[in-house]
T-cell receptor, first 117, second 111 residues
Framework: AQSVTQLDSQVPVFEEAPVELRCNYS??????LFWYVQYPNQGLQLLLK??????LVKGINGFEAEFNKSQTSFHLRKPSVHISDTAEYFC???????????????FGKGTHLIIQP | NAGVTQTPKFQVLKTGQSMTLQCAQD?????MSWYRQDPGMGLRLIHY???????DQGEVPNGYNVSRSTTEDFPLRLLSAAPSQTSVYFC??????????FGSGTRLTVV
């Protein structure tokens, strides 16, 4: 079984300031990691994913995340946020990397990013 | 536009009624899945399918049935709706690239 912990339910940040959204996971097998963004009353949009290779992953809208296997973390960062980044952000994990045949994602509970002018 | 289409967008049911939430994708994706989103809970996996004719249970399957007769469609059935099934339901699909594409959701209220 795997689980995802998003350490902050809400993060307020001033516009143009940097932000880090924290995500830790637990799994007994090799995992793939994802960050999704959800704008109000919409579905989820993929920001970035880590499958293998370089531990620093760049995504859309200027976001990036770093996979740290020893700390089982996959924190999301952006150097300068904009009002339009206000949304709910979800970290998710999949054990697709283990080749076990199951599918689907295990999500954290989400972090609400609030950008203050 | 290519993507995942969910219908209806909104639905109100009475306790005990049945209904089917529709999900269709036009990307020829093999893998499809259903999630429910509840406040403060994130999204939880209900059922998934790894291809036509093959389905399996996720984390919260009780009260829901699925089938996958075609690659394109993956309907979710509630046989006897309960207030605990009030939620927002999302369908997702993926190809071999591991990036899941989500539909816009169905907001279901059971009274």
């Amino acid at each position: 079984a795997q689980s995802v912990t998003q350490l902050d339910s809400q993060v307020p940040v001033f516009e143009e300031a940097p932000v880090e959204l924290r995500c830790n996971y637990s799994s007994s097998v090799s995992v793939y990691l994802f960050w999704y963004v959800q704008y109000p009353n919409q579905g989820l949009q993929l920001l970035l994913k880590y499958l293998s290779g370089s531990t620093l992953v760049k995504g859309i809208n200027g976001f990036e995340a770093e996979f740290n296997k020893s700390q089982t973390s996959f924190h999301l960062r952006k150097p300068s946020v904009h009002i339009s980044d206000t949304a709910e952000y979800f970290c998710a994990v999949s054990d697709l990397g283990s080749g076990g045949g199951a599918d689907g994602l295990t999500f954290g509970k989400g972090t609400h990013l609030i950008i203050q002018p | 536009n290519a993507g995942v289409t969910q219908t209806p967008k909104f639905q109100v049911l009475k306790t005990g009624q049945s209904m089917t939430l529709q999900c269709a994708q036009d990307m020829n994706h093999e893998y499809m899945s259903w999630y429910r989103q509840d406040p403060g809970m994130g999204l939880r996996l209900i059922h998934y399918s790894v291809g036509a004719g093959i389905t399996d249970q996720g984390e919260v399957p009780n009260g829901y049935n699925v089938s996958r007769s075609t690659t394109e469609d993956f309907p979710l059935r509630l046989l006897s709706a309960a207030p605990s099934q009030t939620s927002v339901y999302f369908c997702a699909s993926r190809g071999q690239g591991y990036g899941y594409t989500f539909g816009s959701g169905t907001r279901l209220t059971v009274v």
